[in-house]
C-alpha cells in the first residue's frame, strides 16, 4: 500500500480524479511527519520575533541560530555543537564534527552569512569574558553555556508565538527542525526551476545534509506537495517528448 499511494501521490497532479488510499489502511507502524516548509515571510518573521527575547545576547544568539539553520540546512544539534574555532570566517566555511552516524562535513556559508556570523562573534565577545575558562561553544544560553537542544522548544514555541504563525488544529507544530526541512525543499525547488537533472544531483544534497545516503533525502519528493508536482510536470514533459520521437 505505501507504493500505491506513492504512484497516486505522483499521478493525483495529473490527474485530479486519481484517490490516494488513506493512511490508516495497512499503514506502517512508522510514518515520517509531515514537516513544515516554512516561506520566506515566515523566516523573515522569526528573526524580527527573536528581537523580543531578553537579555539582548539571548536575542541575538537565537537569531544566529535561526539563521544558520535556515541558510545552511544544518540540524539544531549540529548548531548547539559548534566550536568558535570550528568557524573559519575567512574561508566562510564550518566543520562540523562527529556528528550524526560519526561523520563529520563541511558547510560553505553564503556572504551574507558570513556578515551576520561577524557581527554575532563581536556580539558574543562583548557579552561573555574573555576567560581561559570560557566556554568554547559558538552559541551560548543567557549563562554563558552551551545551547542545550533538548530545551530549544520552549524558547522557540515563544518564537513562533511573536512571529505569528500558528498551528492549524490537527497539525502538528512548526519546529525548528523543520527549517532543515525547509532547506532542503527550496534547494530541490530551485534545481527544478533551473531544469537541472535533480536525480543526479541527490548525492551532493545528501553529503551536504550530512545524510548516509540519497534515499534519505529522496523522502522530500514525496512528503512535500511542490516537490511532487515539480517532479510530475517533469515526468509528464518527459514522457510527451518521447511519445513524439516515437
Known sequence: MDAVRLFARHQQPLDPATQVPEETVCSRRYRPRQPHIYND???????????????????????????LLAATGMRPGEACRIGVDDVDLDNAVIQILNTKFG?????????????NLRHYLQVRLDHVPA???ACPMLLLNSRHTALDPNKLAVTFRKILAEAGITTIVGVRAPRLYDLRHTFAVATMLGWYDQDVDVQARLPLLSTW??????ASTYWYLHAVPDLLAHAA????????AAGVQS
Do not use: C, N, Q, Y
Not at 545534509?209 to 540519497?214: A, K, R, S
Open 41 to 67: 515571510t515566515e523566516i523573515g518573521a522569526l528573526l524580527v520575533a527573536t528581537d523580543t527575547l531578553s537579555p539582548l545576547f539571548t536575542a541575538a544568539v537565537w537569531r544566529t541560530l535561526i539563521g
Open 233 to 240: 510536470r517533469r515526468l509528464e514533459t518527459r514522457d510527451a
Open 131 to 133: 576567560t581561559t575558562r
Open 103 to 115: 561523520k563529520s562535513r563541511l558547510v560553505f556559508l553564503h556572504p551574507t552569512t558570513v556578515t
Open 209 to 214: 545534509l550530512g545524510h548516509v545516503d540519497p
